[in-house]
């Protein structure tokens, strides 16, 4: 049971910290390209708008647009990162132009006889190049007006390529350190799992201590009580009033139910602590198995329910003779109580050969109220009844099958139930011979 709510924890924690790590990744992510953009759109949009004031200045002392220069308006090196422009005269001639390479010409004309953006705003593309090179580039456009007359337009762009390379290259690094650190969360999220355990744990054993204590107190108080019961019953019936008789009926009932819990209480509470030991011997079932069915007859007789026996394989069993016993008693006790009037239950034993061995099967079939699925396996769990109006007509406190599984699992076997509501169940037991 720890083991699986430390499971449980550990998926709980890792799957927190992995929704944060994917926002954390996300958040540095976008907001980093998000950064180098800004910083990218920012640099173009400066260096447009002083080379279009440099370009009016000369228009305003030479009466034209300056065409040759010695030096490039911009070499590679005075800004970070290549960058290119054409100007166009008010004709759209390119009046000059300067490029990295000679390739990226026809692209990037191409691209501004179809330049749809406003004035000053930046557009960030892809263009693929004559000699098939893929670019990414930042580009923006300014008009050069003198006395509101358009005289010319600049285009100006960088091939940020690179940048956007650096960050494609860089996701699967941080796919893989989102990966190392997923490793690394899940391992601490099974350690901080296992300290939340650790008072859970104590408390859980502290009530097992309790309930084991307190089981054991109450057993002599409760002999006592069952004694001076039957005492009193046994006592002449004309003393007492058929009042008072009907009173101790019902006390001895309550007495008989009590004893049952207490004992059912004690059984799993030595058996958490190990405290039981099974005297496992060879012995025939078959003469076990009649023995109950004769024992729980009567009660199968009052709800007019058939109750068979059937034996496919008589061999001898290795087992604790008692325990086996008292867990085909809870199943048909169980089989017999869930049926309702008219129905039938069928023990049956048989030997099945399994890889790992011959196996004793033991099932118990009704036609009784059946148990949803979703129950299937709940049932097993202490003081768990299915629906707990429909089991207050029946009494009982919802211990059976968790001995009975207690019962099963000391023997190395298995108990598993199927089962469908108002058809009726079959408890089916393996224990390996
Ligand atoms: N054969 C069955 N058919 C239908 N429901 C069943 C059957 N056996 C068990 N159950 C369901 O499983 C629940 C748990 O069974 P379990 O034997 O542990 O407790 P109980 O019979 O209620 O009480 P007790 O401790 O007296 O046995 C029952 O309350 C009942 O709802
Ligand atoms: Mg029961």
């Known amino acids: ?66 065409q040759e220069s010695d030096k490039e308006i911009y070499d590679a090196r005075s800004v970070s990162g290549v960058v290119f422009y054409y100007l166009l005269d008010d004709k759209g001639n390119v009046w000059r132009a300067q490029e ?53 337009t600049l285009y100006f762009g960088k091939d940020v390529t690179a940048y956007y390379n650096v960050i494609q290259h860089s996701t699967p690094v941080l796919i893989g350190i989102s990966f190392v650190f997923l490793l690394v969360a899940a391992g601490a999220a099974h350690i901080l799992a296992g300290r939340t355990m650790i008072p859970l744990k104590r408390s859980f054993s502290r009530q097992r201590e309790f309930v084991a204590d307190a089981s054991h107190e109450l057993r002599t108080p409760l002999t006592v009580l069952r004694t001076s019961a039957d005492a009193i019953a046994r006592d002449d019936k004309n003393v007492m009033s058929s009042f008072s008789q009907l009173v101790l009926a019902d006390m001895k009932d309550e007495i008989h139910k009590m004893t049952g819990i207490v004992s059912d209480l004690l059984t799993l509470a030595r058996a958490d602590a190990g405290a039981i030991e099974l005297f496992k011997e060879r ?18 007789e009052e709800k007019n329910i058939q109750l068979f026996l059937q034996i496919y394989h008589a061999n001898a069993i290795y087992g ?18 869930y049926t309702p009037r008219g129905g039938t239950v069928i023990v049956a034993l048989a030997v099945e050969e399994s890889d790992s061995g011959s196996l004793f099967r033991i099932s118990v079939s009704d ?35 968790a001995i009975a599984q207690w019962i099963v699992e000391a023997h190395n076997g ?11 169940s079959t408890f089916a037991v393996s224990i390996p011979m």
Not at 100 to 114: C, H
Not at 283 to 300: H, K, N, T
Request: proline letters at 2%; a neutral charge; one cysteine or more.
């Open 1 to 66: 049971m720890f083991s699986r709510i430390r499971n449980r924890l550990t998926l709980l924690y890792t799957t927190i910290f992995t929704c944060f790590l994917i926002l954390f990744a996300g958040v540095s992510y976008l907001g980093s390209t998000w950064a180098v953009s800004y910083e990218l759109n920012e640099e173009v949009r400066q260096l447009c708008l002083k080379e279009a004031e440099k370009q009016l200045e000369s228009y305003k002392q030479n009466g034209k647009l300056e």
């Open 100 to 152: 990295p390479f000679p390739e990226m010409r026809e692209t990037i004309l191409g691209k501004i006889r179809t330049w749809r953006s406003k004035e000053g705003q930046t557009e960030t593309y892809s263009a693929s190049l004559q000699n098939g090179q893929e670019i990414k580039v930042v580009m923006t456009a300014r008009g050069i007006y003198e006395n509101q007359q358009l005289i010319g």
């Open 283 to 300: 012995f025939d079932f078959a003469p076990e198995a009649e023995r109950i069915i004769r024992m729980l007859e009567p009660s199968a």
């Open 320 to 337: 604790d003779k008692e325990r086996l016993s008292q867990l085909l008693t809870i199943l048909v006790d169980n089989s017999i109580k």
């Open 367 to 401: 036609t009784g109220v059946g148990i949803e699925a979703e129950h299937q396996q709940q049932i097993f769990e202490r003081f768990f009844r299915v629906d707990q109006n429909r089991s207050r007509d029946t009494s009982g406190s919802g211990l059976g099958l």
């Open 414 to 424: 298995k108990i598993t139930v199927s089962s469908e509501p108002g058809k009726g």
